[in-house]
């Protein structure tokens, strides 16, 4: 295991032990995040092996695939890079395994034959009598609970390659304490809004974290708080403000490239904190909705049209500009979005549940976050990276702006934290830390821990110092504080205390039965069966096994089916295997409309 901070130099340590394989006459295989696979880091590796390097991802033809794995078959291509699926390339006299980034849920195949390409590569490795690097600046506890067992070698890379580059001052922005800066938003602080206007001020570059997609993350209604969510799924739907544009201004040399052309700061949607309490009468006579008495106030925009002289009541207390009917058209040409299925449709006037026209968006997607800092600071380029805007080549073109300094505000999601090298970034926004955390699986602080640490690690390399502004009402988080003082040897010795304490992997092997079935009773009683089976068993009843459930899975409803599910969970791995073997003996005797998954050491968990 590679244990090197970010910035350290991991990639030429893959790169000078590729040499030394390939010296020895020995092939070697590189395996990436499919969303880490760019062209630069591709460049990196050609630059050094030229074309005796197959590079191998999702976009291939097959033909292109075939002609590849052809040529390493022969031996003309002794080099091998790509995701999860390149754990299968037929490399000749393999040496060398490189799992990068080996932390990543990625590497681990959900559909189909299920299998973690990391443990796959730890094997391969065995069996060819090659070695095999597991990189990351935050392994998996999975790894690390190998090296302390002493099945793993740990090598260490504890400082960032360019002497002068220190690691990132990463200050903590507890939002229970900070109201909103100058734009209303509580999410876009004072202390945040400040180091925005510095960094711009010093000519140097930003990111703005969120990894919410969309416009606003969800639509409620102000009167009976119902949430609208997916029909097909138990999923709030997400509204996406998207292609509509308004007319573009004069195109700017250089950003043709970039998608989506920026609107006139002016004429971007208002978002006014607390606006819809100030429509006069339509509000103050509904029954407090839970969305309202709960939690601290959030910026809302109302989706039905203002009642008349709404905006003259309103103008003198808003910090912007009043409603204007352009805002209203930029709504009503969104659609909300499931991000879980492919439903789309037109925002509603009316709540599906009391029909009162008193829907508000709510919450802070990129989409509007871009629009918001697009607003207040007009004077800056402001650019976005997330799966919406992002299709292969422009997330390079992106990229490329950032890098060419065409861009000085770069909003996006995780997209954004993966190893691109931007140089000029000295100042790392965390918009919201929370909501990573607070995912129902046992992992979440382990993944949110990475995610904080990959993010800040955008901030100040080579020779310009980084600051880094996590925004959270959880300061004291563990995830949280560990990423802040950039400990994450502490980090890992405290989560690994939590799991063994509660017994989870890596102290403990799951395997989540999970099942389907369009109708709620059917796929209740499927799950209720299993279950009986797996408590049943010899190894249920010696308690070698626990029979955790069977209980609905935090999504309980996916494209229209319902889903429950069991978990299993046991010390060892044999009496596990044994269970698991009793349920799938019976599995055949369910509904024929429910569909079982077995997953053994599982990865996603909802
Ligand atoms: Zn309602
Ligand atoms: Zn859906």
């Known amino acids: 295991m590679l244990f090197g901070v970010t910035g350290s130099g991991k990639t030429e340590v893959y790169l000078r032990a590729i040499a030394t394989c390939l010296a020895q006459q020995r092939g070697a295989l590189v395996m990436v995040p499919e969303i880490a696979l760019t062209p630069q ?52 006299d393999l040496g060398l395994i490189i799992v990068d980034e080996e932390h990543d849920g990625s590497f681990k195949q959900e559909e189909g034959v299920r299998y973690h390409a990391r443990d796959m590569a730890l094997l391969r490795a065995q069996r060819a009598g090659a070695v095999c690097v597991l990189g990351s600046a935050t392994p998996s506890l999975e790894s690390v609970a190998l090296v302390r067992r002493g099945k793993l070698t740990e090598l260490r890379l504890p400082e960032r390659a360019h002497r002068e580059a220190s690691l990132p001052d990463v200050q903590l922005v507890d939002l229970r304490k900070f ?89 971007a949607p208002k978002l006014a904190r607390g606006e819809t309490a100030e429509l006069p009468g339509l509000l103050s006579a509904m029954t ?96 976005r990276l997330d799966r919406d805007v992002a299709g292969a080549d422009k997330t390079e073109a992106i990229l490329a702006s950032m890098r060419s300094g065409e861009i000085d505000i770069l909003v996006g999601t995780q997209m954004v934290t993966k190893g691109h090298d931007l140089p000029s970034v000295t100042l790392v926004g965390v918009v919201n830390a929370d909501a990573a955390l607070s995912i129902p699986d046992f992992r979440a602080a382990e993944r949110g821990f990475q995610l904080l640490v990959q993010v800040a690690g955008r901030a ?28 994450v040897e502490g980090f890992l010795t405290r989560e690994l205390a939590d799991r063994e304490e509660v017994g989870y992997p ?96 599982p990865v996603a968990m909802l």
């Open 288 to 383: 407090p909705s839970p969305a309202a008495t709960h939690g601290p106030p959030r910026p809302r925009i109302p989706v039905s049209p203002p009642a008349s002289g709404a905006h003259d009541a309103r103008s003198p207390h808003s910090p912007h500009s009043p409603h204007s009917l352009e805002e209203d058209t930029v709504l009503r040409g969104g659609r909300l979005r499931c991000h879980y299925c492919d439903y789309s449709g037109p925002l509603p006037e009316r709540c599906s549940t009391c029909n009162a026209p008193a829907l508000v968006l709510e919450g802070l997607g990129t989409e509007r976050l871009e629009a918001l800092i697009a607003e207040s600071f007009p004077e800056a380029r402001v650019g």
């Open 179 to 267: 109201g909103a800066g100058p734009t209303g938003d509580k999410l876009i602080s004072l202390p945040l809004h400040r180091a925005i206007e510095q960094a711009l001020a010093a000519k140097d570059q930003i990111i703005l974290f969120l990894n919410r997609r969309g416009f606003a993350p969800s639509v409620v209604c102000d009167a009976c708080g119902t949430v609208e969510t997916c029909a097909q799924c138990s999923v709030a739907l997400t509204y996406h403000r998207g292609r509509f544009r308004l007319p573009p201004p004069a195109p700017r040399a250089g950003l043709d490239d970039l998608p989506r052309p920026k609107s006139p700061p002016q004429r």
């Open 460 to 487: 100040g390399r080579r020779d310009r110092p980084g600051k880094v502004l996590i925004q959270t009402r959880n300061p004291g988080h563990p995830a949280v504080s560990f990423a802040a003082a950039h400990d």
């Open 506 to 601: 890596p102290f403990a092997r799951l395997a989540l039965i999970r099942v389907d079935a369009p109708d709620e009773q059917v796929a209740r009683d499927a799950i209720g069966k299993l279950a009986a089976q797996a408590r049943t068993s010899p190894e249920g009843l010696a308690r070698r096994v626990d029979v955790l459930g069977p209980s609905a899975a935090p999504i309980a409803k996916l494209r229209g089916r319902f889903r429950f599910r069991v978990l299993l969970r046991a010390a060892e791995r044999g009496p596990l295997r044994a269970a698991v073997a009793a349920v799938m003996a019976v599995k055949d005797d369910v509904d024929r409309s429910v569909r079982v998954v077995i997953d053994i050491d």
């Open 41 to 92: 880091v591709v460049a990196r590796f050609r630059a050094r092996f030229g074309d005796a390097l197959a590079v191998l991802h999702s976009g291939l033809s097959d033909a292109d695939r075939h002609a590849m794995w052809s040529s390493l078959r022969r031996g003309d291509v002794r080099v091998a890079i790509g995701a999860r699926s390149a754990l299968f390339a037929p490399v000749p």
